[in-house]
C-alpha cells in the first residue's frame, strides 16, 4: 500500500455531484474541482486522492490540470499501487471476458473505463496487441502495462497508435512506436462472420480494423439474401460488404475515399475467395451517391458507415446535417422493399439525434421505412452503465 500522505489531496468542491462519482461515474470534471495554485501545479497524469467536501477518501484518481476531464478513477482503493500486478488483474478481468465471447483472439481487450482503464483501448490481433494510451496518466506506466500485457495474454508484439484525437487534449504527442516485439511487415489477417479482413497496424485507421461493428455486419449480412447486390459506403476495409458476400450475397461494392483502404478490402476479398463478386470505387462518398442515384442503381443492402460527423458538442449541429444528408442520398439507392444501414459513431449525437436525423433524410428522399433493428458495438465494448460515452456506436437498420 502506498502510504496516503505521500500522494496530493485534490477535493470536490460542495456543488459538485460526489454521489454520482461514489455511484461509479469515472470522471470529475474540472469546474467540480478546487483548483488552487497545488492543484493547477501538479504534473499531467500524477496520481493523487480524491476527497468528497467533507474530507472523506473518494478513491485513488489520476490527475490531469490540462484537461476538462480533470481526475479519472484509478481505483476505489485509495492507497492502491499502480504497477505491473495492478495492470496484469484488470487485464486478467478484461481477457476473461473475452475468451468467454470469441474462439479466436482478435477483439477489442480493453475498452477504456469500462474495463477499468480509463483511456486507454487495447485491440487484440492474434499475437500482436495494438495500445491506444489516450490518458496521460498511462503513459509513463506503459513499461509496466506493456510487460503485464505480454504475461497475461501471452502477445509477443505490443504497438503503440499515439493518432488518438484525444492525446492532444490530453497535452500528449502524436509518435507511435513499439513497445515490445516486432512491426509487422505485412497486413494482418483477421476472421470474422465467415471473412478474412486485413488489418494494417501500423499506417491503417485507429487500431487498423473496426471491431465493434461486427455484430452489425453479421446482422446486415443476412438481409442482402442469397445473390443480392450491396452497396458499403464509407466501407473502410470492407466490413460490412465482405460479410454479406460470406453469407451468399451475389455482388457487393465498397465506396471510400481511401485507396489504402480499399487495396485491404480487395486483399480481403482474395483471402476469403469473394474477389470474383466484389468491386471498389474509390471517390467522396456524398459524390458517389449523387452518381449512382443519377445512374438509376438500386441495390438490395445499401450500408453507410461514416466517421464520426459529430465528434464534440461544438460539431453536433453540422453532424447530424451531414447525417440527414447520408439518409437522403442513401435511400434512392435502395431498392423497394431493400435495406438500409445507417451508422453513428459520434459521441456527441446520441440514439434520439441520430435516428430523427436518418428519418428526415428518408422523409426528404420521398421514401418511407421500417425500422427493422438498432444495433450498438459488440460485447468486446462492454458499456460503464454510469458512462454514456462509452455506448457511442448506433446502427439502424431499416427496410424502405
Same mark, same amino acid.
Given at each position: 500500500?502506498?502510504?496516503?500522505?505521500?500522494?496530493?489531496v485534490?477535493?470536490?468542491?460542495?456543488?459538485a455531484?460526489?454521489?454520482?462519482?461514489?455511484?461509479g461515474?469515472?470522471w $470529475?470534471?474540472?469546474?467540480?474541482?478546487?483548483?488552487?495554485?497545488?492543484?493547477?501545479?501538479?504534473a499531467?497524469?500524477?496520481?493523487?486522492?480524491?476527497? #468528497?467536501?467533507?474530507?472523506?477518501?473518494?478513491?485513488?484518481?489520476?490527475?490531469?490540470?490540462?484537461?476538462?476531464?480533470?481526475? @479519472?478513477? %484509478?481505483?476505489?482503493?485509495?492507497?492502491?499501487?499502480?504497477?505491473?500486478?495492478?495492470?496484469?488483474?484488470?487485464l486478467?478481468?478484461?481477457?476473461?471476458? @473475452?475468451?468467454?465471447?470469441?474462439d479466436?483472439?482478435?477483439? @477489442?481487450?480493453?475498452?477504456a473505463?469500462a474495463?477499468?482503464?480509463p483511456?486507454?483501448v487495447?485491440? +487484440?490481433?492474434?499475437?500482436i496487441?495494438?495500445?491506444?494510451?489516450? =490518458?496521460?496518466?498511462?503513459? &509513463?506506466?506503459?513499461? #509496466?502495462?506493456?510487460?503485464?500485457l505480454?504475461e497475461?495474454?501471452?502477445?509477443t508484439?505490443?504497438?503503440?497508435?499515439?493518432? &488518438?484525437?484525444?492525446?492532444s487534449?490530453?497535452?500528449l504527442?502524436?509518435?507511435?512506436g513499439?513497445?515490445?516485439?516486432?512491426?509487422? #511487415?505485412?497486413?494482418?489477417? $483477421?476472421?470474422?462472420?465467415?471473412?478474412v479482413?486485413?488489418?494494417?497496424?501500423?499506417?491503417?485507421?485507429?487500431?487498423?480494423?473496426?471491431?465493434d461493428?461486427?455484430?452489425?455486419?453479421?446482422?446486415?449480412?443476412?438481409?442482402?439474401?442469397?445473390?443480392?447486390?450491396?452497396?458499403?459506403?464509407?466501407?473502410? $476495409?470492407?466490413?460490412?460488404?465482405?460479410?454479406?458476400?460470406?453469407?451468399?450475397?451475389?455482388?457487393?461494392?465498397a465506396?471510400?475515399?481511401?485507396? =489504402?483502404a480499399?487495396?485491404?478490402?480487395?486483399?480481403?476479398?482474395?483471402a476469403?475467395g469473394?474477389? #470474383? @463478386?466484389?468491386?471498389t470505387r474509390?471517390?467522396?462518398?456524398?459524390?458517389?451517391?449523387?452518381? %449512382? &442515384?443519377a445512374?438509376?442503381?438500386?441495390?438490395?443492402?445499401?450500408v453507410?458507415?461514416p466517421?464520426?460527423? =459529430?465528434?464534440?458538442?461544438?460539431?453536433?449541429?453540422?453532424?447530424?446535417?451531414?447525417?440527414?444528408?447520408?439518409?437522403?442520398?442513401?435511400?434512392?439507392?435502395?431498392?423497394?422493399?431493400?435495406f438500409?444501414?445507417?451508422?453513428?459513431?459520434?459521441?456527441?449525437?446520441?440514439?434520439p439525434?441520430?435516428?430523427?436525423?436518418?428519418? +428526415?433524410?428518408?422523409?426528404?428522399?420521398g421514401?418511407?421505412?421500417?425500422?427493422?433493428?438498432?444495433?450498438?458495438?459488440g460485447?468486446?465494448h462492454?458499456?460503464?452503465?454510469?458512462l454514456?460515452?462509452?455506448?457511442?456506436?448506433?446502427?439502424?437498420?431499416?427496410r424502405?
Amino acid at each position: 500500500m502506498t502510504a496516503l500522505f505521500s500522494l496530493p489531496v485534490i477535493r470536490l468542491k460542495p456543488k459538485a455531484n460526489a454521489r454520482a462519482i461514489r455511484h461509479g461515474f469515472p470522471w $470529475v470534471y474540472a469546474d467540480e474541482l478546487v483548483t488552487d495554485r497545488r492543484t493547477q501545479a501538479l504534473a499531467p497524469g500524477v496520481r493523487a486522492v480524491l476527497e #468528497d467536501a467533507e474530507r472523506q477518501a473518494m478513491g485513488l484518481f489520476a490527475v490531469n490540470p490540462l484537461s476538462k476531464i480533470i481526475a @479519472r478513477r %484509478l481505483d476505489d482503493d485509495p492507497g492502491a499501487v499502480i504497477d505491473r500486478d495492478w495492470f496484469a488483474a484488470r487485464l486478467a478481468r478484461a481477457l476473461s471476458l @473475452r475468451e468467454r465471447l470469441f474462439d479466436a483472439p482478435f477483439y @477489442r481487450l480493453v475498452h477504456a473505463e469500462a474495463d477499468g482503464l480509463p483511456g486507454v483501448v487495447i485491440d +487484440r490481433f492474434g499475437d500482436i496487441a495494438v495500445v491506444q494510451p489516450n =490518458a496521460a496518466w498511462v503513459e &509513463g506506466l506503459l513499461p #509496466d502495462l506493456t510487460q503485464a500485457l505480454c504475461e497475461t495474454t501471452g502477445v509477443t508484439t505490443v504497438l503503440k497508435n499515439a493518432s &488518438g484525437r484525444t492525446r492532444s487534449l490530453e497535452g500528449l504527442d502524436d509518435a507511435s512506436g513499439v513497445l515490445a516485439g516486432q512491426v509487422p #511487415d505485412a497486413p494482418v489477417p $483477421v476472421p470474422m462472420n465467415g471473412a478474412v479482413y486485413l488489418a494494417d497496424l501500423t499506417g491503417g485507421q485507429k487500431t487498423g480494423l473496426f471491431f465493434d461493428q461486427r455484430p452489425n455486419h453479421a446482422f446486415a449480412a443476412r438481409l442482402a439474401g442469397q445473390g443480392g447486390h450491396v452497396l458499403d459506403v464509407f466501407s473502410h $476495409v470492407g466490413g460490412f460488404a465482405l460479410a454479406a458476400l460470406a453469407a451468399g450475397a451475389g455482388q457487393a461494392r465498397a465506396v471510400d475515399g481511401s485507396a =489504402a483502404a480499399l487495396d485491404l478490402a480487395r486483399g480481403g476479398a482474395e483471402a476469403s475467395g469473394l474477389a #470474383d @463478386r466484389f468491386t471498389t470505387r474509390q471517390g467522396d462518398a456524398f459524390d458517389v451517391m449523387t452518381d %449512382l &442515384g443519377a445512374g438509376g442503381e438500386r441495390f438490395d443492402l445499401v450500408v453507410c458507415d461514416p466517421p464520426a460527423f =459529430a465528434p464534440s458538442k461544438q460539431a453536433l449541429e453540422a453532424g447530424l446535417r451531414a447525417y440527414e444528408r447520408v439518409a437522403r442520398l442513401a435511400t434512392p439507392l435502395v431498392a423497394p422493399g431493400g435495406f438500409l444501414v445507417l451508422c453513428s459513431c459520434s459521441h456527441a449525437a446520441d440514439l434520439p439525434k441520430f435516428r430523427a436525423a436518418c428519418l +428526415r433524410g428518408i422523409g426528404r428522399a420521398g421514401r418511407q421505412a421500417q425500422l427493422v433493428h438498432t444495433g450498438g458495438a459488440g460485447p468486446d465494448h462492454p458499456l460503464l452503465p454510469q458512462l454514456a460515452e462509452t455506448g457511442y456506436l448506433k446502427a439502424l437498420v431499416l427496410r424502405v
